[in-house]
Structures are given as structure tokens and as C-alpha cells.
């Protein structure tokens, strides 16, 4: 089994997120770079961490028109991330888009193209924000709704959160890969987050990555906290 762990690096500099992910390498399968790093830090921060030989996942959670998510895709593969997020309420067209866009940008790079992870409903969203926006009441079969059309429309991935697992990969074709944020060990304080699951009970459940943020950078060791962390999974 490769290694799952996905090591948030929700830190606001450059020089921070180098020094935890030069700190923490050994123990994690890739880094996740998001819209705070990514907006202070820019594309060099993506080009700096590749130069390490890391894997990297930039959140950034496109959605837009298919052609400016297209656009930003192939953005994307020319740094060389291996994973990046959509949003799956940008619909079929824009999730074709993106997913052709990976593949063609990286045939034309000479790369593997990226895992293009579609964003399902925002784990802050619940039954009241989706009737305010005039979806779905129910946040499930929200969930299951644009999974099924990411899946419908080519995508290969999608980041669900930890309770949505064993609901997904009932409805999902095996290979699509599940990416879980909301991973807690028990050994830390929840957080803001409500619903969550161990690392190996995640795995159990289906994930085929895990997104791990304070757990690891909170931790007063993120090396040995990380290395707990994987050896609870073997
Ligand atoms: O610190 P923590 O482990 O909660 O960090 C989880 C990471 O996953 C953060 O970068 C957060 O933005 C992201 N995330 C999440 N829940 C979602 C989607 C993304 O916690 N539903």
C-alpha cells in the first residue's frame, strides 16, 4: 500500500510550509497546498515543493465557465501537481472540461495527468444553506446526486468527507478514488471539526487518501505525529 497520508500545509508562508514538509517527508504519501498558501506564497510554492520530490495536491477548488476551469486545469499540470480540486456543482460540462483538460495538457507535457478531485457539498453546507441556494434538502442525497454526475462526467476522484465513505463506494464504480479530510486519532481535540473518523477506520470504510491538517501541524512533534499516524494504518 502506498502511503495515504495527505499532510495539509494550512500555513500562511513559504518558509513555514517548507520547513514542515522538510520536517515531515519521510511520513507522508504528498502535501496539500490551499487557498491560503497558494494566495500568499503563488505558483512558486508548487514549483518548490516539486523541486523536493513531493507529491502535491493543490486545493484551490476550481469553478467557474468549462472554459476558464479548462484553462486553469492546464495551469495546473504545467506546475506538476498530481491532484486538483473542482467543484462538482459546476456541473457535467465543466467537470468534462477539467478532466479533458488534464489529460490533454499532460499528453502534450510529456506527464501523467493529474487526479482532477471533484468537491461534492461543502461540509459547512447543511440542510438550510442547500434550500437557501435552491438545491436538495437533503445533504446525502445532495452528496450522492453530484457524485454520480462527477463520476457520469469522467472524473476519477472526489473528496468526500469521513461519514459519506461507505455511502459513496456503494454507488461508485470501485476505481473512482475518495479523498477524506476530517481524520482525527482520538489523541487531539476535534477541532471544528464534527464528524470525523480515525485514520485507519477511514481507510476500513474506504478512503483511498487521507487529508490530514492539524492532527500532524498541531502536534508538538508533526514527524512523530505523522509517523503514529501511518504506522496505525499497517
Ligand atoms: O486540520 P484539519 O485536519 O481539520 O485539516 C483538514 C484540511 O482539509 C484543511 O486543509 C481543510 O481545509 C480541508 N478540508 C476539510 N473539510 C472539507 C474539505 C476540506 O477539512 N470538507
Known amino acids: 500500500m502506498q ?4 499532510a495539509a500545509l494550512d500555513v ?13 517527508a519521510p511520513a507522508v504519501g504528498a502535501f496539500k497546498i490551499g487557498k491560503e498558501l497558494f494566495t500568499s ?19 484551490l477548488k476550481f469553478h467557474d465557465i468549462p472554459n476558464t476551469v479548462a484553462k486553469a486545469i492546464a495551469s495546473a499540470v504545467r506546475l506538476d501537481v498530481q491532484m486538483v480540486t473542482i467543484h462538482t456543482s459546476g456541473g457535467s460540462e465543466m467537470m468534462r472540461a477539467a478532466e ?14 493529474p487526479l482532477v478531485l471533484g468537491v461534492t457539498v461543502l461540509t459547512s453546507h447543511d440542510a438550510n444553506t442547500l434550500v437557501e441556494i435552491g438545491c436538495e434538502a437533503n445533504v446525502g442525497k445532495q452528496v450522492e446526486r453530484l457524485a454520480l454526475l462527477a463520476a457520469k462526467s469522467g472524473l476519477r476522484g472526489l473528496v468526500c468527507s469521513p461519514l459519506e465513505i461507505s455511502a459513496l463506494r456503494q454507488i461508485l464504480p470501485a476505481s473512482i478514488q475518495l479523498v ?6 482520538g489523541a487531539e481535540k476535534a477541532d471544528d471539526q ?16 487521507l487529508v490530514i491538517g492539524r492532527p500532524i501541524n498541531a502536534a508538538p512533534n508533526p514527524r512523530a505525529a505523522a509517523e503514529s499516524i501511518l504506522a496505525s494504518l499497517r
Open 194 to 209: 464534527k464528524r470525523t473518523l480515525t485514520p485507519r477506520e477511514a481507510v476500513q470504510a474506504g478512503a483511498s487518501w
Open 41 to 59: 506564497a503563488g505558483p512558486d510554492i508548487v514549483k518548490r515543493m516539486r523541486d523536493t520530490g513531493a507529491s502535491v495536491f493543490l486545493d
Open 100 to 113: 479533458q483538460s488534464a489529460q490533454q495538457t499532460a499528453a502534450q507535457s510529456g506527464r501523467n495527468a
Open 180 to 185: 477524506t479530510p476530517g481524520i482525527r486519532t
Open 12 to 24: 500562511p508562508t513559504a518558509e513555514q510550509a517548507l520547513k514542515l514538509a522538510q520536517e515531515i
Open 3 to 6: 502511503n495515504p497520508i495527505i
